[in-house]
């Protein structure tokens, strides 16, 4: 799998995973690739951070990169905050409850400790871990 840096024509950057360069050119010809922000077609390939130096290469800037990366973070940051139940250090506690059936399911966002985390984990509940930066305004 290849690893391309794209983006749609608002500017919107997120990356796709193809079998090669003909896969992706097949499949933007398809309107099989899609921007996650905003649901644009119109999808080109942009300089990755990612370079190969070599004779008759140059180093590309990973500015763009830095960039798309904060904006796929505070998109995933926005969107677990309006979808997610803050249920702070009660996590494992609710967590395991919905597991049970003893509460609703629903989706929760908190925090635990590391045995909490264990406890989880031998009781079967899925979770998955994702930090949660602040950013400035």
Request: aromatic share 8%.
């Amino acid at each position: 799998m290849i690893i391309y840096d794209l983006a749609c024509q608002d500017g919107h950057k997120f990356e796709g995973w193809f079998k090669d360069r003909a896969s992706f050119e097949e499949q933007k010809k398809k309107r099989l690739i899609i921007c996650p922000a905003c649901g644009s077609y119109d999808i080109d390939m942009i300089p990755s951070s990612v370079s190969i130096v070599g004779k008759g290469t140059q180093e590309i800037d990973t500015k763009h990169h830095s960039e798309s990366s904060f904006i796929s973070l505070k998109m995933l940051n926005d969107f677990i905050d309006k979808n997610f139940d803050n249920v702070g250090d009660r996590f494992a506690e609710v967590a395991l409850k919905m597991h049970k059936g003893e509460e609703q399911k629903r989706n929760i966002k908190g925090v635990t400790t590391k045995a909490e985390e264990e406890t989880l984990k031998e009781e079967g509940v899925q979770f998955i871990k994702v930090p949660s930066p602040k950013f400035n305004s």
